[in-house]
């Protein structure tokens, strides 16, 4: 699978970005997608994920409310809507997937980077006060 993320740029403080992911390869309907970002200086953490058929979202504390993962399965794609965004937010942004397994699981796992078999170039979102 390869990964191409899209729709960084610059953005003011209270503004919005959608961020895209764009897939080629295998079956994207059997990728669970998950979205993490990492700022100068600082590791890599998750932002959201969203299962494989989309029934399931997860997300990290600091974008509940604000951030809405999504994905269309038809074009292989899967979206990171950003609303108020704040300067901390300002990253690059990582779009991953990793190959669903047949047996259930909790959902809360796929904020865990380690599980993730294919990652995107990222894209850079800056956000100025």
């Known amino acids: 699978v390869q990964l191409q993320a899209s729709g960084g740029g610059l953005v003011q403080a209270g503004g919005s970005l959608r961020l895209s992911c764009a897939a080629s390869?295998?079956?994207?309907?059997?990728?669970?997608m998950g979205w993490f970002r990492q700022a100068p200086g600082k590791e890599r953490e998750f932002v959201a994920a969203?299962?494989?058929?989309?029934?399931?979202?997860y997300y990290a504390d600091s974008a509940k409310g604000r951030f809405t993962i999504s994905r269309d399965n038809a074009k292989s794609t899967v979206f990171l809507q950003m609303n108020s965004l704040k300067p901390e937010d300002t990253a690059v942004y990582y779009c991953?997937?990793?190959?669903?397994?047949?047996?259930?699981?909790?959902?809360?796992?796929?904020?865990?980077?380690?599980?993730?078999?294919?990652w995107g170039q990222g894209t850079l979102v800056t956000v100025s006060s």
């Open positions: 390869g295998r079956i994207f309907g059997s990728y669970d």
């Open positions: 991953a997937a990793r190959a669903a397994p047949g047996a259930t699981y909790v959902i809360a796992i796929l904020a865990r980077a380690t599980l993730y078999d294919y």
């Open positions: 969203i299962m494989r058929s989309g029934a399931g979202t």
